[in-house]
């Protein structure tokens, strides 16, 4: 990478930074009269802490759902490992803009502590592809439900969230029937990484489509984290406002899209600009706190991202692998390289 490209791409998250920070300032702004209300209120810490729990629960089953969609394809995992990777993604989702940059952390250590690296990074993917269907299922589950109490507003969110399952569907069965010798394969040439690409992938997919019970499985996982999420969420509107927080089906209606805005490119998870999505669908059922609670629902992410860098700051265990006992295995070993080991990424990214 040259001087110049550093110099970019310094600039280029500097950049995000004071967006990000813009947008947060006009919510505030925006939402001066709902900002200065809750603060002349005494918030419930009991309410704080049963919604920290119910969050902390729901990213602790995350990191199993990825740790079955691993083990799925017969590679050398422990649940150990599955915690630990998870709660550096954890980390580096505040880190690094959007909510996806913990999975591209997770994606570069597990490649390293991998044999079948193409594998290993489609597991990252496929991971998150059965999060985010977990969590439209769940909204349009809440909104199947509530569907006559909705404003004519809040019902094509329902809608768009149906259409975002197929979508999502379409991906995943996209991903699970790549052939090795089909019409995407032929366009790379013989041994080249585009092809060995294609032929980890259809391993993959060979692999989950024999344990479409276990995909299943995670796809249940995903919906009970988002209805941990959710619940935080709404415990957190209660700690802060009461009686006047909105209902818990509301927030199973609303709350799943607003924390998929977390995937906006902006530093902390879109810091700004879901505030600002959370406070227009709220209004639109008549709640003025909307950005209010997702800052409050942020001081759980952080506490998540605190356990994730004290993991980061202790974590030296590379991933053992039963097939090469008495090798040194993943970031302990330079990829390509029999000459000194490196030290353990997952201390020292």
């Known amino acids: 990478m040259t001087d110049q490209s550093r110099r970019g791409g310094k600039l280029g998250l500097a950049l995000k930074f004071v967006i990000s920070l813009a947008l947060l300032a006009?919510?505030?702004?925006?939402?001066?009269?709902?900002?200065e209300d809750v603060a002349s209120r005494r918030p419930s810490l009991g309410l704080f802490t049963v919604a920290l729990a119910l969050y902390l629960s729901g990213v602790?089953?995350?990191?199993?759902?990825?740790?079955?969609?691993?083990?799925?394809?017969?590679?050398?995992?422990?649940?150990?490992?599955?915690?630990?990777?998870?709660w550096i993604g954890m980390l580096f989702n505040l880190v690094i803009p959007g909510a996806v940059g913990g999975d591209v952390v997770k994606g570069a250590y597990i490649a390293r502590e991998q044999r079948h690296k193409g594998r290993a990074v489609a597991s990252v993917v496929i991971d998150r592809l059965v999060g985010l269907l977990?969590?439209?299922?769940?909204?349009?589950?809440?909104?199947g439900i509530a569907w006559w109490q909705l404003s004519p507003r809040v019902r094509p969110i329902v809608v768009s969230a149906c259409i975002a399952c197929g979508v999502v569907v379409a991906l995943l069965v996209l991903m699970f029937t790549v052939q090795p010798h089909g019409p995407l394969s032929r366009r790379f040439g013989p041994g080249s990484k585009g092809q060995n690409a294609i032929l980890e992938l259809h391993a993959t997919g060979l692999a989950y489509r024999r344990r479409l019970g276990w995909v299943a499985?995670?796809?249940?996982?995903?919906?009970?984290?988002?209805v941990a999420n959710v619940a935080a969420f709404a415990l957190v509107?209660?700690?802060?406002?009461?009686?006047?927080?909105?209902?818990?089906?509301?927030?199973f209606t609303i709350v799943p899209l607003v924390l998929l805005s977390t995937a906006i490119p902006l530093p902390f998870s879109g810091l700004g600009a879901t505030e600002s999505v959370g406070a227009v669908?709220?209004?639109?059922?008549?709640?003025?706190?909307?950005?209010?609670?997702?800052?409050?629902?942020?001081?759980?992410?952080?506490?998540?991202?605190l356990i994730g860098g004290w993991v980061y700051l202790t974590s030296r265990?590379?991933?053992?692998?039963?097939t090469t006992q008495g090798e040194q295995t993943g970031p302990h070993r330079a990829v390509g390289?029999?000459?000194?080991?490196?030290?353990s990424i997952a201390a020292h990214g």
């Open 317 to 322: 265990a590379p991933i053992k692998n039963p």
């Open 237 to 251: 509107a209660q700690a802060l406002y009461g009686t006047e927080a909105p209902s818990l089906l509301a927030c």
């Open 26 to 35: 006009l919510v505030v702004v925006a939402n001066r009269s709902a900002f």
């Open 281 to 305: 669908l709220f209004q639109s059922i008549g709640f003025s706190g909307g950005a209010v609670v997702m800052l409050g629902f942020r001081l759980l992410q952080a506490v998540a991202a």
């Open 60 to 86: 602790v089953l995350a990191f199993l759902r990825w740790y079955l969609l691993v083990r799925a394809q017969d590679l050398p995992f422990r649940v150990r490992d599955a915690m630990r990777l998870g």
């Open 337 to 343: 390289d029999a000459g000194e080991p490196e030290r």
């Open 134 to 143: 977990g969590l439209f299922l769940l909204a349009v589950v809440a909104g």
């Open 217 to 226: 499985l995670s796809v249940a996982m995903a919906a009970l984290t988002h």
